[in-house]
């Protein structure tokens, strides 16, 4: 059965550090790309960082550059996220999920298999 | 950075009702425009990739058209499981953005 589980969320200080990981099962993991993507309450979807099935190329949006970190271990498939200086605007639903396919440009494709979610709650 | 944006935000249906959701992508994005339907407690699962493929397993009611800038998802003959949120992705360019969501709601 092809899964991704994340674990790793839980209630943070602002300014504080966690790292949440992403298991992969029922697939070639080391051939995929591979994301993380972010819901937070009352807003929309927003793609945070991909990385390529190597782990060469690696991708942040603006909200997250500097601060995140995100990476691979293609032998124990699994994926990273490691995130520094959160603030109350990082509280969200943190969900990895796996470029659906190939091409000269991965990102192109869409998510076609999310998993659960990791709730990040960022409070004092 | 490319926007796109959902209407409706809110459908309140019928069963058997026909239901469509139009997403307008403020530049062009070709098809490289994706659905995804989201149910409560749940993650989103992918309906339709490039504005009308069909994705694995995606009942035949869901379908999706573009016609320009404007896209379209048409659920037929609404079920009661297709209660969901839905949304649109572009992948035509980074930062890779999302609308704003339509929520189906069964009368």
């Known amino acids: 059965q092809v899964q991704l589980v994340e674990s790793g969320g839980g209630l943070v200080k602002p300014g504080g550090s966690l790292r949440l990981s992403c298991a992969a099962s029922?697939?070639?993991?080391?051939?995929?790309?591979m994301s993380w993507i972010r819901q937070a309450p009352g807003k929309g979807m927003e793609l945070l960082s991909y990385?390529?099935?190597?782990?060469?190329?690696?991708y942040y949006s603006d909200s997250v550059e500097g601060r995140f970190t995100i990476s691979r271990d293609n032998a124990e498939n699994s994926l990273s996220l490691e995130m520094n200086s959160l603030t109350a605007g990082d509280t969200a639903v943190y969900h990895c999920?796996?470029?659906?396919?190939?091409?000269?440009?991965?990102?192109?494709?869409?998510?076609?298999?999310w998993g659960q979610g990791a709730v990040v709650t960022v409070s004092s | 950075e490319i926007v796109l944006t959902q209407s409706p935000d809110f459908h309140s249906v019928t069963p058997k009702d026909k239901v469509t959701i139009t997403c307008r992508a403020s530049?062009?994005?070709?098809?490289?425009l994706h659905w995804y339907q989201q149910k409560p407690e749940q993650p989103p699962k992918l309906l339709i990739k490039?504005?009308?493929q069909s994705f694995s397993g995606v009942p035949s009611r869901f379908s999706g058209s573009r016609s320009g800038a404007d896209f379209t998802l048409t659920i037929n003959n609404l079920e009661a499981e297709d209660a969901a949120t839905y949304y649109c992705?572009?992948?035509?360019?980074?930062?890779?953005?999302f609308g704003g969501g339509t929520k189906v709601e069964i009368k």
């Open positions: 490039f504005a009308s």
């Open positions: 992705h572009q992948s035509r360019s980074l930062p890779l953005t």
């Open positions: 999920a796996r470029f659906s396919g190939g091409g000269s440009d991965w990102y192109h494709n869409p998510f076609d298999i």
């Open positions: 990385i390529s099935s190597s782990g060469s190329t690696k």
């Open positions: 029922g697939f070639s993991f080391s051939d995929y790309y």
């Open positions: 530049q062009y994005i070709g098809d490289d």
